[in-house]
């Protein structure tokens, strides 16, 4: 009896208006009275919710949608069925993954007694066990030394009875072991299967939305066609607005969460920096919020952002820019639930975002969002030519020459499509869009990890393993090189910063020549970099013309 309101209700997915919306709501009331048999069906139709939230027709259908929602958890039929559907982000349903360490450790401090060693799912408990003697204290060794209560026994009596014992040990190494680095080597080193039990205030795909943002109600048909990128690019976001620390911290736990309840991890929002957190919206209710990463996390060079995409307050996918040279790198997910709609006129914003941030005019994208790498996914959906009809080329030059044999088939032939293999030929080379004039020190062009060959092979040379020297020496030769230098006012990333840039920048060739106030500049691009916003030290990056070659030229010029 439910196949036909659930398949019509799917039908009515990109369908919107005054008409299509009384229909939606009493599918909708009939739905919800509805008591599911099957876990794939009880699963459509709160997708169909979830996307409603996301595109509301009218306010009488989000306020339908949003009442069955807060209502999901507490459905007879899910509970019935909830074995059957974890890892599928549905409140009231348990999540199952190997979580990595800052992820996990947000997650033992805010639900201590709901994650759990998966311990049927555990494939080696060796390395567990090993780290038991660091999570005693002292006063616990007598007994540890005389009695072999096994692990998960020993897990069990030291943990309390209002502790998971994932929570235990996620939240003890952490405590004894300072360095946040050592910690997550540890940590992930042991690679375990845990489970978070659902719980009231846990995460959830259901309950998932930014709060206070407004909402744009569709009247009308979504924007499917192929975006033009660059009338894209001459239309800035509407606002970028900084977030307080403290909202910055909601827009970390709803980042987490979006991840968490797709058995996901992506390091710049497990790292995030809740003082580097903006809102760009792009209006009609699509907004973006931004991510920067903490200061100890960032990369040497590329600034690296993460971004949740937001459709009306709900998270519909995210973006990961990597940002230096006036280029970007762009890697781009839609969440399943949410593709075959606007993913196009999306995808144009975010440029447009990229660009009012970065200053940016080329972009790059790298082969796993083409089908390489691996990603079956976009393989079987043809992402190449997606991207290509945005206007992407490769310019490795047997890609090219692939490229051109394959459009003039289609030229001849209109049916034709690429064969598997020259799909997965193509995905094994970038592609890249340039605003102006095509360029070559554009990321993924540009071999920057041979600037850090260059650094080793200075530090090997002048120190040998005498790094904490070595780090020292290069900070003083630095300030005295440059006339500027770590001062009273900088805070401890900026100091950080500054002492990692210090043996590149004494590696730069001509900058004894440069001008005092080009020394002067390059110090602040070295402090900034450690600052508040990591989007600044890209900008004074692309700034300084000498600093871009020198760069440039020692990247070249180094070899592997």
């Known amino acids: 009896m439910t196949a036909a309101p659930l398949t019509r209700i799917e039908k009515l997915r990109f369908t919107f208006g005054p008409e299509a919306a009384r229909e939606k709501r009493r599918l909708f009331a009939a739905l919800g009275r509805t008591r599911f048999t099957t876990a794939r069906d009880l699963s459509r139709f709160h997708e169909a919710l979830v996307y409603t939230r996301a595109y509301p027709d009218d306010e009488a259908t989000l306020a339908l949608a949003e009442r069955l929602l807060r209502g999901f958890a507490k459905r007879a039929d899910l509970t019935a069925l909830r074995g059957k559907l974890e890892d599928s982000g549905i409140a009231g349903t348990d999540t199952r993954f190997r979580f990595f360490a800052s992820t996990a450790l947000r997650l033992a401090t805010r639900f201590p007694e709901r994650l759990t060693y998966d311990w049927a799912r555990m494939d080696d408990t060796s390395r567990l066990e090993e780290l038991l003697p660091l999570l005693a204290a002292h006063g616990e060794t007598p007994g540890m030394d005389e009695y072999d209560l096994g692990l998960r026994g020993w897990l069990d009596r030291m943990r309390g009875p209002k502790t998971g014992d994932a929570a235990f040990v996620t939240t003890r190494l952490a405590a004894r072991v300072r360095d946040p680095q050592l910690f997550e080597k540890l940590h992930d080193g042991v690679d375990a299967a845990m489970t978070l039990a659902w719980g009231p205030g846990g995460p959830s795909r259901t309950n998932a939305r930014w709060p206070g943002a407004s909402v744009t109600f569709q009247r009308g ?50 790292y995030g920096d809740p003082s580097d957190v903006r809102m760009v919206d792009c209006g009609d209710g699509l907004q973006f919020a931004c991510v920067g990463a903490l200061p100890s996390r960032r990369l040497l060079l590329e600034s690296v952002y993460g971004m949740l995409t937001l459709k009306n307050g709900v998270p519909t996918g995210y973006v990961l820019t990597s940002a230096l040279f006036g280029s970007a790198e762009i890697a781009y997910n839609v969440f399943e639930t949410y593709r075959g709609g606007e993913a196009g006129a999306v995808y144009g914003r975010v440029l447009a975002m990229t660009k009012a941030l970065f200053g940016v005019d080329s972009f790059t994208v790298y082969p796993y969002q083409l089908g390489g790498a691996g990603n079956e996914e976009g393989l079987a959906s043809g992402a190449w030519w997606v991207y290509r009809k945005l206007g992407f080329a490769p310019r490795d030059r047997a890609a090219r020459a692939l490229v051109r044999r394959e459009e003039a088939r289609m030229a001849k032939h209109p049916e034709h499509r690429s064969s598997r293999a020259t799909l997965m030929t193509l995905g094994e080379s970038n592609v890249y869009w340039h605003e102006g004039a095509k360029r070559d020190d554009v990321i993924g062009l540009l071999p920057l990890a041979n600037v850090g060959l260059a650094v080793t092979d200075l530090l090997a040379k002048r120190f040998g393993g005498e790094g904490e020297r070595g780090a020292a020496a290069c900070v003083r030769e630095a300030a005295k090189l440059l006339g500027a230098g770590p001062a009273s006012g900088w805070s401890a990333g900026e100091r950080q910063s500054f002492e990692r840039w210090a043996p590149l ?31 600044d030290f890209v900008r004074a990056f692309d700034g300084h013309a000498k600093l871009r070659a020198a760069v440039a030229r020692l990247a070249e010029a180094t070899k592997a």
């Open 505 to 535: 920048a004494l590696l730069l060739s001509g900058v004894s020549r440069w001008s005092a106030a080009e020394k002067r500049a390059l110090a602040h691009v070295m402090r900034a970099k450690g600052g508040v916003r990591e989007t």
């Open 221 to 270: 048909p979504l924007r499917k066609g192929r975006p033009d990128l660059r009338e894209e690019l001459m239309r800035p976001p509407v606002a970028i607005t900084p977030l307080s620390r403290r909202d910055g911290e909601r827009v970390l736990a709803m980042c987490m969460e979006a991840m968490v309840t797709r058995s996901r991890d992506l390091d710049v929002f497990a």
